[in-house]
């Protein structure tokens, strides 16, 4: 993750966040369209799911200069993902809908550039969640 990639993804962000709800919409529509068999773990209101979502990538995003204080939020997040009914394999079904629903988002603007530093940004998201998943005796 290069200073360059940090600041690609940050600026990305920017613009997807007047669009937050649309945005959040579009990445379930997205999701169940990839596997449908991921909609049963989703209990809640998916409007108030989807503020969540787009809040936390927020947060992280906006952190990625001090992984000091994002990991520990990340590796929390992982471990209440393992009740949530998560596996890891879900991950890279997440991150494709996910890349899926900024490129919808952005348009032109989600050059390849932009693509690379927001799949290396959610794999160490991804990984690190993942990784304090592990840790969580079953
Ligand atoms: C970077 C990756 C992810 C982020 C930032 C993220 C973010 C969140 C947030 C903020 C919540 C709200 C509850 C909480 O804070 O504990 C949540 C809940 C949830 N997430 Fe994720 N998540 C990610 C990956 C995934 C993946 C891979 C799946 C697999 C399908 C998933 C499925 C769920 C489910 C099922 C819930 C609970 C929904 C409910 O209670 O109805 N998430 N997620």
Same mark, same amino acid.
């Given at each position: 993750?290069?200073?360059?990639?940090?600041?690609? *993804?940050?600026?990305?962000?920017? %613009? *997807? *966040?007047?669009?937050? !709800?649309?945005?959040?919409?579009?990445?379930?529509?997205? #999701?169940?369209?990839? !596997?449908?068999? $991921?909609?049963?773990?989703? %209990?809640?209101?998916?409007?108030?799911?989807? %503020?969540? $979502?787009?809040?936390?990538?927020?947060?992280?995003?906006?952190?990625?200069?001090?992984?000091?204080? #994002?990991?520990?939020?990340?590796?929390?997040?992982?471990?209440? @993902?393992? &009740?949530?009914?998560?596996?890891?394999? @879900?991950?890279?079904?997440?991150? &494709?809908? $996910?890349? $899926?629903?900024?490129?919808? &988002?952005?348009? !032109?603007?989600?050059?390849?550039?932009?693509?690379?530093?927001?799949?290396? *940004?959610?794999?160490?998201?991804?990984?690190?969640?993942? !990784?304090?998943?592990? #840790?969580?005796?079953?």
């Amino acid at each position: 993750m290069t200073p360059q990639q940090i600041q690609l *993804v940050q600026d990305s962000f920017a %613009k *997807v *966040v007047p669009i937050a !709800d649309t945005a959040a919409a579009l990445f379930y529509s997205n #999701l169940f369209t990839a !596997d449908p068999a $991921l909609k049963p773990l989703f %209990k809640g209101n998916m409007e108030e799911q989807g %503020k969540k $979502l787009m809040q936390m990538i927020g947060a992280a995003v906006g952190k990625l200069k001090d992984l000091d204080t #994002l990991v520990p939020i990340l590796q929390n997040l992982g471990k209440r @993902h393992v &009740g949530y009914g998560v596996k890891p394999s @879900h991950y890279d079904t997440v991150g &494709g809908a $996910l890349l $899926l629903t900024l490129e919808q &988002g952005l348009g !032109d603007a989600f050059t390849p550039e932009v693509k690379e530093a927001w799949t290396v *940004v959610y794999g160490i998201m991804a990984k690190t969640m993942i !990784d304090a998943a592990n #840790l969580v005796e079953t």
